[in-house]
């Protein structure tokens, strides 16, 4: 809803309350991603209710990953994508004096760059998203958007394929696969109501024989299945025909 939000106001270009929206994303922000960034350079991390923030490293120091002061690192990942596309509309729709557009672009590259320190798969992919969708809409001839999309959804398609053939997929998910198999089970044995948004955490862990990391932090890492786990399969039918709906009528417009 969100994206549908910020890629039509983009679009059509509208001002005034939009650009106040946008404003206001970007300096509220904008100071969170800035002081994530620093614990990364300057190597800090902390702990808070056994929580680590902060730079985060392997015991072997081989891979490092920012968190910085939010509770993981899809969290800042996200939040440096809503900076990045709130400062960009600012640019393109606001006539900024010289010292401001050179702040923002200032803004937009400290965004980019937390986000590469992220490692967050989901928000570069939302990014990606965003970046392809300005690009087919800038194109006015329809025909030739609907061509672009169809072949960009089918490359993608391909190259998932491809992708997931050739590598671990349980290490690729970073454990993600095994919270799946445990919802899936739990979705067999309570179809239709699910078993309630505030005990589907302890149900999923108790039906799988292996842990589960991440659970408690993130959920499933998947909106469908979480929908299905805890409110059923009929919630989950009618939040895809409410996003299918939204998408429809969003492309006609």
């Known amino acids: 809803v969100i994206y549908f939000f910020i890629v ?7 001002t005034s309350d939009t650009n106040n929206i946008f404003k206001f994303l970007v300096w509220s922000i904008f100071p969170v991603v800035l002081i994530s960034l620093f614990t990364y350079y300057f190597k800090i ?65 400290v965004g980019i760059i937390t986000l ?37 959804i089918l490359i993608s398609v391909i190259s998932a394929i491809k992708i997931f053939s050739s590598i671990d997929i349980a290490k690729f998910s970073t454990g993600r696969t095994l919270l799946w198999k445990a919802a899936i089970e739990v979705i067999k044995r309570n179809p239709l109501l699910g078993v309630g948004t505030t005990s589907y955490i302890d149900v999923v862990k108790e039906t799988s024989d292996v842990a589960l990391n991440g659970i408690e932090a993130g959920g499933l ?26 998408l429809i009528k969003f492309i006609r417009n």
């Open 45 to 109: 991390n902390f702990e808070i209710n056994g929580n680590v923030y902060g730079r985060i490293e392997d015991y072997d120091m081989s891979t490092k990953t920012l968190q910085g002061i939010t509770v993981n690192i899809n969290t800042l990942g996200i939040l440096c994508v809503f900076l990045i596309i709130s400062a960009f509309h600012l640019i393109i729709s606001e006539k900024l004096k010289v010292l401001n557009k050179i702040f923002i672009y200032v803004i937009i590259f």
């Open 221 to 246: 890492h998947n909106i469908y299945l979480q929908i299905a786990t805890a409110n059923g399969i009929i919630t989950l039918v009618l939040f895809i025909v409410f996003i299918a709906v939204s």
């Open 116 to 152: 590469i320190h992220t490692q967050a798969r989901g928000a570069f992919i939302a990014l990606i998203i965003y970046t392809l969708t300005m690009i087919i809409f800038s194109i006015k001839k329809k025909s030739t958007r609907i061509i672009i999309l169809l072949s960009g």
């Open 8 to 14: 039509s106001v983009t679009v059509n270009k509208n």
